[in-house]
């Protein structure tokens, strides 16, 4: 059974920073995606297994930086200069093939949730 568990969620001020953790073992490319309420569930980043390649949705570009930690099976989403647009549920899911890192199709598994909430 493949779990992935996310934590790190919480309550920040505009400008502030938050950083998500999600773990999940295998050698997998990660992914993050986020869903606010009312909205589709949308494409944040993501990452290959050797993290030599990492995507980003336009608006995190530079604030924003996806990473992980093989050795303990962690990815990880830093999150600097935190918007009110950025509140959502987030998500780290698991990438199992293709190329078009963006489409949450490509993703099998996914954790729980975290809630991040940006106060203006």
């Known amino acids: 059974q493949v779990q992935l568990v996310e934590s790190g969620g919480g309550l920040v001020q505009a400008g502030g920073s938050l950083r998500l953790s999600c773990a999940a073992s295998?050698?997998?490319?990660m992914g993050w995606f986020r869903q606010a309420p009312g909205k589709e569930r949308e494409f944040v980043a993501a990452i290959t297994w050797s993290a030599g390649t990492t995507f980003y949705e336009d608006s995190v570009k530079g604030r924003f930086t996806i990473f992980r930690d093989n050795a303990k099976n962690t990815a990880y989403l830093h999150m600097n200069n935190l918007k009110p647009e950025d509140t959502a549920v987030y998500y780290c899911?698991?990438?199992?093939?293709?190329?078009?890192?963006?489409?949450?199709?490509?993703?099998?598994?996914w954790g729980q949730g975290t809630q991040v909430t940006v106060s203006s």
């Open positions: 899911a698991r990438h199992s093939y293709g190329t078009v890192w963006t489409r949450h199709t490509e993703y099998d598994y």
């Open positions: 295998g050698r997998y490319a």
